[in-house]
């Protein structure tokens, strides 16, 4: 994407102050050193998947043990984990109740293609978070992922609507996706989103690209009488969080309900919204609902919840011998450790009394931002999403996710994440997101405070 260099920075003082921190980080992980250069031996960019080479620094921090919302490296350097997995361990880690429901489990076998009872419970509760909305979703079918969620979802819009086109939001995330990798260029067509490889076919062929928050685009996208879904999350959050505005999400359940196109709302990040996701939260209606990465605990869960109407046309348009075969499954999907570790996240850990003291500390987080931003008068702005926080280099919160890339910058991102793993705090490596768990504390997020406060002030060469 383009990035726009932040106002009132010296690159010159940017790059030096880059060169010392790399410079304090080699210093203090000799042990995590070796390690990187032992995994490029036999995985390119010495990392299990190349997305991790994005990680602050000359090579990764390896982790060796994690616990709460803290995690120690090779070193032996004990951190505050504010990414925690990017949502994936936002239980915190290797939580209790889930340790030892997978423990129990293990024991009893990992997988068979077998339903156990955990799986109904799941589904039950699952339900009673997400569907108290007019259409009721509480039809749940149970993945690995939520990109194998969200691609069996649009198949089961296409399938159900004769539609072949989905819409999407500019600069959104739903995973590995193939219709999502689509964004709209300087004349408004669809092309593919800058570092895509290897699409299949060119985006436009399937997908539709809307702003977030404009809903006259999506009156439009919508008139051709084609699109099968509108697959959105209810805030944008890869791109830095760009939250809907007034009205905006009740305008496109209206339009989708009105064009005869699903509303897939995917939660995957969005449950930091607390219990129900933004769902809940904000009394949406979608058709669908995706949700993933967080409900395991850590243990690989996805799932997606259908409308009562919508899961019984399903089951009346499929034959029973053709059920396996229409690209919808996998054969570890609904497996029992994934089941028994998902049962016991959602009753035991990632409960309302827990959300209720995430939120007060991103709260605290957020405020500690801002004191920062006041102090030095650099002109960014940070926005919170129930347990979710980030800062961006932008001077107002965006409204839609092109102005959000457009305020982007990788370099003052990267010496910022840098900074901050210096002073023992994680943040996720793709934006400046901070997330917090049930076993977060007030001095994990003070610590990330005291250092975005000794950085900001630095790059004005105070």
Known sequence: ???????????????????????????????????????????????PMSWMAKWPGPFAVHVQEASGARFTCADGIEHADLCLGDTGAMSGHAPAATVAAVTAQASRGLTSMLPTADAAVVAAELSSRFGAGPSRVDRWQFTLTATDANRHVLRYARHLTGRPRVVVMDFCYHGSVDEAFATLDTHGGVVPRRGTIGAPVPPDLTTRVVPFNDVDALRAALAHGDVAAVLLEPALTNIGIVLPE???????????????????????????????????????????????????GGVPCAAFGLTLELADAVQRSIELEDIDVGGVGGTLAGNALSM???????????????????????????????????????????????????????????????????????????????????????????????????????????????????????????
């Open 1 to 47: 994407m383009t990035t726009t260099p932040a106002p009132a920075v010296d690159r010159d003082l940017l790059a030096r102050l880059h060169a010392a921190e790399t410079q304090r980080f080699v210093d203090a992980h000799p042990a995590c050193a070796r390690l990187a250069e032992a995994g490029r031996a036999h995985m390119p960019y010495g990392v």
């Open 340 to 462: 028994a570790a998902t049962r016991a996240t959602l009753t035991e850990v990632l409960t309302p009394a827990a959300f209720a003291h995430m939120e007060d500390l991103a709260v605290r987080w957020t405020g500690g931002v801002q004191d920062a931003l006041d102090a030095t008068g650099l002109p960014w702005h940070v926005t919170r999403l129930g347990a979710r926080a980030e800062y961006a280099f932008g001077g107002r919160a965006p409204r839609d996710g092109a102005e959000a890339a457009a305020a982007d910058d990788f370099a003052l991102q990267q010496y910022l994440h840098l900074q901050a793993l210096t002073h023992g705090v994680l943040l996720t490596p793709f934006h400046n997101m901070a997330l917090m768990s049930p076993a977060t504390t007030q001095a994990d997020v003070d610590r990330h405070s005291e250092a975005f406060a000794q950085a900001t002030a630095a790059l004005l060469g105070r």
């Open 246 to 296: 007034p009205g905006y999400l009740d305008a496109v359940r209206a339009l989708t309900r009105e064009h005869g196109t699903w509303m897939v709302v995917d939660e995957t990040h969005t449950l930091c919204a607390g219990p129900g996701g933004c769902t809940d939260a904000w009394g949406l209606d979608p058709d669908v609902v995706v949700v993933g990465k967080t409900i395991g």
